[in-house]
């Protein structure tokens, strides 16, 4: 076995190895509605918000292939956030730059910046489940406030790399998304994120989202890295926040659709 598929093998271990203990009966007086909402209010109040990340691709041999990019985000109101994704390196995504409107329960605006043609493509709903520039990540997982988009239901308790977790299930409201469910744990000290596994239009299980370094940023929760294994491919995409910061003074016509169409 050469090299890369060592590394590969030993990557896919590490992630599988993220097991949770079996579930417990979950607590009648709690609901999977109250526990999103309560950890929803945790987010508001960021204002704005700039991110310096690095996504690091991983294919099924293990071959690794890594991107710098930028993120703005701009609260708006009634969960109506809008965000900048900008992508700086390589030279053949250079450029590129995703715009998001969120719209609460609604689908969400996307237009994607797209270099090579020098134009602006606008992100149908029924596209918004493909592949971000390659990555296992979707366009409806870039959403920043999705506590609309879904109807929970707390599936009960369970413990996940030592921590004590809420198990929820999350069924889309909208029909054209790319998965049928979600279940995540979520930590019930400070009601984070640490595990989502995300199950395709079949009802199969797709892929697998790992949250590490969960730590406080000006207040306000925010993570280290985020990795997304799909199982069924064996490829990972892996985003590491390399500078975060918070409360940041961003004008709202930044992310308006013409000035992010002239700022190319």
Same mark, same amino acid.
């Given at each position: 076995?050469?090299?890369?598929?060592?590394?590969?093998?030993?990557?896919?271990?590490?992630?599988?190895?993220?097991?949770?203990?079996?579930?417990?009966?979950?607590?009648?007086?709690?609901?999977?509605? +109250?526990?999103?909402? =309560?950890?929803? %209010?945790?987010?508001?109040?960021? #204002?704005? !918000?700039? /991110?310096?990340? @690095?996504?690091?691709?991983?294919?099924?041999?293990? +071959?690794?292939?890594? =991107?710098?990019? %930028?993120?703005?985000?701009?609260? #708006?109101? !009634?969960? /109506?956030?809008? @965000?900048?994704?900008?992508?700086?390196?390589?030279?053949?995504?250079?450029?590129?730059?995703?715009?998001?409107?969120?719209?609460?329960?609604?689908?969400?605006?996307?237009?994607?910046?797209?270099?090579?043609?020098?134009?602006?493509?606008?992100?149908?709903?029924?596209?918004?489940?493909?592949?971000?520039?390659?990555?296992?990540?979707?366009?409806?997982?870039?959403?920043?406030?999705?506590?609309?988009?879904?109807?929970?239901?707390?599936?009960?308790?369970?413990?996940?790399?030592?921590?004590?977790?809420?198990?929820?299930?999350?069924?889309?409201?909208?029909?054209?998304?790319?998965?049928?469910?979600?279940?995540?744990?979520?930590?019930?000290?400070?009601?984070?994120?640490?595990?989502?596994?995300?199950?395709?239009?079949?009802?199969?299980?797709?892929?697998?989202?790992?949250?590490?370094?969960?730590?406080?940023?000006?207040?306000?929760?925010?993570?280290?890295?985020?990795?997304?294994?799909?199982?069924?491919?064996?490829?990972?995409?892996?985003?590491?926040?390399?500078?975060?910061?918070?409360?940041?003074?961003?004008?709202?016509?930044?992310?308006?659709?013409?000035?992010?169409?002239?700022?190319?």
């Amino acid at each position: 076995m050469n090299l890369i598929k060592v590394l590969a093998s030993v990557f896919a271990a590490t992630v599988v190895s993220a097991s949770a203990s079996p579930l417990t009966a979950p607590d009648p007086s709690v609901s999977g509605e +109250e526990i999103e909402i =309560r950890q929803d %209010r945790m987010q508001t109040g960021y #204002g704005g !918000e700039t /991110r310096e990340m @690095t996504m690091t691709l991983i294919n099924a041999q293990g +071959e690794q292939s890594q =991107r710098k990019l %930028r993120f703005e985000g701009f609260e #708006g109101a !009634e969960r /109506r956030d809008r @965000t900048i994704i900008r992508f700086d390196y390589p030279a053949d995504v250079r450029g590129t730059a995703l715009l998001t409107h969120e719209q609460g329960v609604g689908d969400d605006d996307q237009w994607l910046f797209l270099p090579a043609v020098q134009r602006v493509k606008r992100i149908a709903s029924s596209n918004q489940s493909g592949s971000f520039v390659g990555s296992e990540f979707a366009y409806e997982d870039l959403v920043v406030r999705q506590i609309d988009k879904y109807t929970y239901r707390y599936l009960g308790d369970a413990a996940l790399d030592g921590r004590d977790c809420y198990v929820i299930e999350y069924l889309p409201k909208n029909k054209k998304s790319g998965y049928s469910k979600l279940v995540r744990w979520r930590i019930k000290d400070n009601l984070q994120e640490l595990r989502t596994d995300f199950y395709d239009r079949k009802g199969e299980l797709l892929k697998q989202r790992f949250i590490e370094g969960h730590r406080q940023v000006n207040g306000f929760w925010r993570v280290a890295k985020v990795t997304v294994k799909n199982v069924q491919t064996n490829k990972s995409s892996v985003l590491s926040f390399d500078q975060i910061s918070i409360k940041v003074a961003l004008p709202e016509s930044r992310f308006n659709v013409q000035e992010f169409m002239a700022a190319q």
